[in-house]
């Protein structure tokens, strides 16, 4: 079985894939805060994303960034359609 696992990696899964880029955004902005807005580019990621998977507006997908001292909170909230 290891040779197997070798030969034929798990793939990662998206959503382990995009909290990694979020990790590296996030990081980078709090490393240099008058550097270039992220967030429209965020918010073209996500809706391609989500978009593999089910069909949503992009007016359905809010992305906010609050920041509060060395506080910062990052909102993403995403209005799926029903079922």
């Known amino acids: 079985m290891a040779l197997l696992n070798f030969l034929f990696p798990e793939k990662k899964k998206s ?3 995009a909290k ?3 990790q590296i955004i996030i ?3 709090r490393s240099s805060v008058t550097g270039p807005d992220f967030l429209p ?3 073209r990621e996500l809706i391609e994303v ?3 998977y089910t069909k949503v507006n992009a007016d359905d997908i809010k992305i906010s960034l609050d920041r ?3 506080l910062e909170v990052l909102d993403v909230n995403v209005v799926l ?3």
């Open 81 to 83: 359609p029903d079922a």
């Open 50 to 52: 989500i978009s593999k």
């Open 15 to 17: 959503a382990s894939a």
């Open 27 to 29: 990081a980078r902005e």
């Open 41 to 43: 580019a965020l918010h």
């Open 68 to 70: 509060k001292g060395n």
């Open 20 to 22: 990694e880029r979020l």
